[in-house]
């Protein structure tokens, strides 16, 4: 009989961390699974796909949207929400063609995403380069942490 | 696939490819989708490549063979953490196998918001010709 090995299952013996790499080494492959590496992204379907990253100040949202003119995008900021939507359209090959391949689509798109913190609407600004959507979200004055002294 | 103006967009999963010769460059690579379609005078190939920078786009025509490699930077500095991942930029990678002879001194690359279009253009003796049948 065949005997796939997903993954080294070999005691670790020879050092003392063995189980502790063992243990790990499963997290990680869980965390993988949780996190869309093998199989199939989070928000999978929906396009476009967003990734949402922070820093101290700003909250930073990117989408791929390749082939969609800026203007044909429409974005708006309330409170903690942000909506991004729009279309994207292909335009027509006016000769007559035949098709080896059609695999690009086109179609309406509408996302909102619920952001962990408010942002300041006034202040967002957008960038589209290269098919990159990027806005910076600058979080709100009120919501941010506060560093609280301890007196002594 | 339904193509139809007002339906809605269908994220197309990103397709992770396996090469034959083994990429060392670390990350994903990725497979563009892509539209192809030729006429009498040329074949064009449309591709999706969101940040890829017109410097970082390969086009290769060896042979018969046209590989494309696009490279994407990550956008995000070291200070940001992530919020929401549902994409993971990578590399750009897909190779054609072209049937006719093409006119490699026209070849023609545009990249306009992370859209490839090359047309590339036969050369002329590759393209058919209508043969009139004469009557005695």
């Known amino acids: ?112 995403v619920t952001l962990p913190m408010e942002v300041d609407a006034n202040r967002v600004t957008a960038r589209c380069a290269d098919g990159l959507l990027t806005l910076t979200l600058p979080k709100a004055e009120d919501a941010k942490p506060r560093q609280i002294a301890v007196r002594t | 696939m339904a193509r139809e103006a007002g339906t809605e967009i269908q994220k197309a999963e990103k397709a992770g490819v396996l090469t034959a010769p083994e990429h060392t460059r670390p990350g994903p690579i990725y497979s563009p989708s892509v539209d192809i379609f030729e006429n009498d005078s040329s074949i064009t190939v449309l591709a999706d490549m969101p940040g890829v920078r017109s410097q970082d786009l390969n086009i290769d025509l060896r042979e018969n063979m046209l590989t494309l490699t696009g490279r994407v930077t990550p956008a995000e500095n070291a200070k940001e953490s992530d919020v929401l991942r549902e994409y993971h930029p990578g590399t750009f990678y897909r190779q054609f196998a072209l049937s006719d002879t093409i006119d490699r001194a026209k070849i023609d690359a545009k990249l306009t918001h992370g859209v490839l279009r090359l047309e590339l253009p036969k050369i002329e003796k590759a393209r058919p010709r209508q043969i009139s049948v004469r009557t005695d």
């Open chain 1, 1 to 112: 009989m065949l005997v796939r090995r997903v993954w080294p299952s070999r005691p670790a013996f020879d050092s003392p961390f063995g189980g502790f790499d063992q243990v790990r080494r499963e997290m990680l492959r869980l965390f993988d699974a949780v996190a869309g590496e093998t199989s199939g992204d989070i928000g999978a379907g929906a396009f476009p796909p967003l990734n949402v990253t922070q820093d101290d100040e700003n909250f930073y949202l990117r989408a791929e949207v390749p082939g969609i003119e800026p203007d044909e995008l429409s974005i708006s900021a309330v409170r903690n929400r942000v909506s991004l939507a729009g279309k994207r359209e292909i335009p027509r090959e006016h000769d007559r063609v035949s098709y080896h391949r059609r695999e690009r689509a086109e179609g309406s798109f509408n996302r909102t």
